[in-house]
């Protein structure tokens, strides 16, 4: 066991981006060089991308239960409606047996089984308006659009996630220059060039430089570039192996191909324009 | 009903509108804040209905779809204490399978590369089930896609950095209670 108990209350400020610039630095050299604190990150990591199975699984169950959602609602009228009749006939015998005289009004037991079940039925008009019509013609898939995965026309713009999960918007990268790119591990050229722009620029404090894949996937091995996760979002309309460059208001400037050998001097371009080099 | 129109500027037919286009949202985060997933559809049918009724308190200082949320979250919460729901759960389970067989259930396993089994997570399920509401809660909303830790935070009401330590925290005794678990086997 190396010396890395001082790690250990900087945990949760390391994952809850509270660490000053020069404290998250030595995390994060710290973190390079030592596997064992490595293993102990990645761990947390390992956490949240099964809780995202878990909370996947959670969906699956609750769409299938609100598809089901009738069937026990049914069984249960006819339950209590079959246990009401039952009490009232053993009340019925029962008073008829164990009593001299007769007790006719107590058969009058009876009627009200049928209101007390009335309500599970009820037609509210305020239900109906909050139900969105599971139950009558409306498609019960619509209700419940399964589809989470699928990037659709009401998308965010831009949301991204990191390797621990928080997620991030273009609000987070306003005042500076953005540059991130779609990158995804088969795509071998792509993640070259974007290493080769992050190379060029990264030592340059007024851009921010990011890949990002469609999916959380490895593979990512020679990349040095930080790597973040697309969260259901349309990216800015960014295609695969492309790059978008923003300005400091989250303007876009330029857009290009990864693999285009005169990236990086336009982009080197576009930032002098900016003012940003 | 002109009464809520004229109180609170929000229409029935744009409350209508709000809850269909956020009902997947709310589907999910009622997964997320209910400790047992089949609760979901019944606490999101309260919930609109809820706030059908109270709109006139809809202040339009949020938008409508977290005000909504909110809702569904308080919903939650009381939803589980309540002697009817457990009957109900306890019929429901009465002729419900997860049926893995045959596709019905999407059971989507976590990143392969990670290389943990499937059995760790229906553990971890089983983990999440008995966290505290408040750590269950931000949790389980990180994997609500697109939304974001203030969004988190403001359907909780509480502030972001005390949703991203509930997160850390959260995490920890998950890893924790796994831990345990490997050391039993």
Redesign the interface.
């Known amino acids: 066991m190396k010396n890395c108990e001082w790690i250990n209350p900087k945990?949760?400020a390391y994952?809850?981006?509270?660490l000053p610039g020069e404290e998250l630095q030595n995390v994060q050299t710290h973190l390079a060089a030592c596997a064992e604190c490595r293993r102990q990150v990645e761990?947390?990591n390992?956490?949240?991308?099964?809780?995202?199975?878990?909370?996947?699984?959670?969906?699956?169950?609750?769409?299938?239960?609100?598809q089901?959602?009738t069937?026990?609602r049914l069984?249960?009228i006819a339950?209590a409606s079959t246990s009401f009749a039952i009490v009232a006939l053993l009340l019925v015998l029962g008073l008829t047996f164990f009593q001299q005289t007769p007790a006719p009004p107590v058969a009058v037991q009876h009627p009200p089984s049928v209101p007390e079940v009335q309500p599970e039925v009820k037609k509210d008009d305020?239900?109906e308006?909050?139900?969105?019509k599971p139950d009558d013609d409306a498609p019960a898939a619509s209700?419940?659009?399964?589809s989470?995965?699928h990037v659709g026309s009401?998308?965010?713009d831009f949301?991204i996630t990191d390797a621990a999960?928080?997620?991030?918007?273009l609000e987070s990268y306003r005042g500076r220059a953005f540059l991130f790119g779609v990158v995804s591990p088969d795509q071998k050229s792509a993640v070259a060039g974007m290493q080769q722009i992050f190379d060029s620029f990264d030592s340059n404090g007024g851009i921010r430089i990011v890949g990002i894949s469609r999916h959380?996937?490895?593979?990512f091995d020679k990349a040095t570039f930080p790597i973040r996760f697309n969260?259901?979002?349309k990216l800015m309309g960014v295609a695969d192996g492309h790059f978008l460059l923003l300005d400091a208001t989250g303007k876009p400037r330029l857009e290009g191909s990864l693999t285009d050998a005169q990236g990086v001097s336009k982009v080197r371009t576009q930032l002098e324009q900016l003012g940003a080099r | 009903m002109n009464r809520a129109q004229a109180q609170a500027g929000v229409t029935?037919a744009e409350?209508?509108t709000a809850?269909?286009?956020s009902?997947?949202l709310l589907?999910?985060i009622?997964?997320?804040s209910?400790r047992n997933?089949?609760?979901?559809?019944?606490i999101?049918?309260e919930?609109?209905?809820r706030?059908?009724?109270g709109i006139k308190r809809f202040r339009g200082d949020c938008p409508l779809r977290v005000w909504l949320s909110r809702i569904v979250v308080r919903v939650a919460i009381n939803h589980h204490r309540s002697l009817s729901r457990r009957?109900?759960r306890w019929?429901?389970f009465?002729?419900?399978e997860?049926d893995q067989g045959d596709g019905?259930?999407?059971?989507?396993?976590?990143?392969k590369?990670?290389g943990?089994q499937r059995e760790?997570?229906m553990d971890?399920?089983k983990y999440?089930g008995r966290l505290p509401d408040e750590f269950r809660m931000p949790?389980?909303m990180?994997?609500?896609?697109?939304?974001?830790?203030p969004e988190i935070a403001e359907i909780l009401e509480i502030p972001p950095?005390t949703v991203?330590?509930r997160?850390?925290?959260g995490?920890?005794r998950?890893?924790e209670a796994?831990n345990n678990r490997r050391q039993r086997q």
């Open positions: 945990l949760e994952f809850t981006d509270e761990s947390f390992e956490i949240d991308s099964m809780v995202r199975g878990v909370f996947k699984r959670r969906v699956a169950l609750a769409q299938q239960a609100a089901m959602n069937r026990p069984f249960k339950l305020v239900v308006i909050g139900r969105a209700a419940v659009d399964p989470f995965e009401d998308a965010p949301v999960g928080y997620t991030t918007t959380r996937e490895e593979g969260h259901g979002s | 029935e409350f209508e809850a269909r286009e009902r997947t589907m999910q009622a997964v997320a209910a997933p089949i609760d979901a559809e019944d999101v049918q919930a609109l209905m706030g059908f009724r009957l109900k019929v429901f009465g002729d419900f997860i019905t259930v999407e059971f989507d396993p976590p990143d590369s990670i943990v760790a997570v971890l399920d999440v949790l389980l990180l994997a609500v896609e697109g939304l974001t830790i950095g991203k330590s997160i850390f925290y995490r920890r998950l890893k796994l």
